[in-house]
């Protein structure tokens, strides 16, 4: 289904699925008298809780986005995310505010499957991406959420499209659902961005723990406290170095899980995961949780990462069939911790 929202809502088709008619009512709930909508968060590092946002807010979240990407009215952009979470909603908000042609793909692993024409814009997670690399030169520009973008990752976006001509630019997010979507973008296609830039009228500094503050008047009327643990450059870049309650203490050493998985992932193409398991002698037992079956290969690549610490090596390394997910696809690590400490 294609919604041009240049046009009134009385000329477009009718919905064929559950999810077209999710957008649309929303489309319709966007333009009625009510300044507030309702958003879901996605209980990725806690229990999900629904809280009311002002339309005027998430218009300025969505001008920050357009103005950035340069999207223009006609240009077509493709919605393949949740409607209840912050992400689907601003992919439509955007569409609205610029007049875009708003193309609903199903959320799926593989969203792309069915695409084989030009989309000017399309939001997208790590995992959707990982499963549509040969459909990525359709995209001009996407934007990577949800969780953050593998080595492995980066290196088959680059290998899928090098020898494509297209004008693809692909970049990483950086945001929360208090923050209307994301506030600071990295690109990691055609060139590789070690830092995330923060968009205008937004500012960053660190709280006593060296977590990231944000202060973002136009999207939130407070300044948010995260638990994210980064390095600042030059006030308005900033390099994450993983969440402070996912750190793992083990034998009074600090360990940085998203740190380790990305060294890991250099190595593996596995979706992996670092947990601390309660342990009477160390507090913490560092583990490696590897999505997929185990073979030689993996086991064999495994024994080669140079760790920086002896500590950073994991004391046991289990393989599962599928790692749990949230529904907007980032990875789930209290249920996952939940299933390996039955």
Known sequence: MLIDLSKPLTNQKTPSNEFETKVLDFIKEWFSDSKLVKI???GSTGIPKIFEVEKSKMLNSAEMTCNFLDLKEGNVALICLPIEYISGKMMVVRSILRKLKLKIAEPSINPL?????????CAMTPLQVENSLDKLHFIKNLIIGGASVSETLKNKIAQSLKHSNSPTRIFETYGMSETLSH?????IFPHQEDWFKI????????????CLKIFAPKLNSEILKTNDLVEINNQNQFRFLGRL????NSAGAKIFPEKLEKLVKQNIPNEVVFLGINDEKLGQKLILIIEGSESEGINQKLSVINYEKSFHKPKDIIF?????????????????KKSIEK
């Open 113 to 121: 499957q069915n695409i084989n024409q030009k989309i000017d814009f």
């Open 40 to 42: 879901q968060s996605s």
């Open 199 to 210: 968009f205008e009228d937004v500012e960053i500094s660190l709280d006593e723990r060296d």
């Open 245 to 248: 309650d996912n750190v793992i």
């Open 320 to 336: 599962v069939k599928q790692i749990p997910r949230t529904p907007n696809g980032k990875v789930n690590r209290l249920e996952l």
């Open 183 to 187: 506030i600071a973008l990295r690109q």
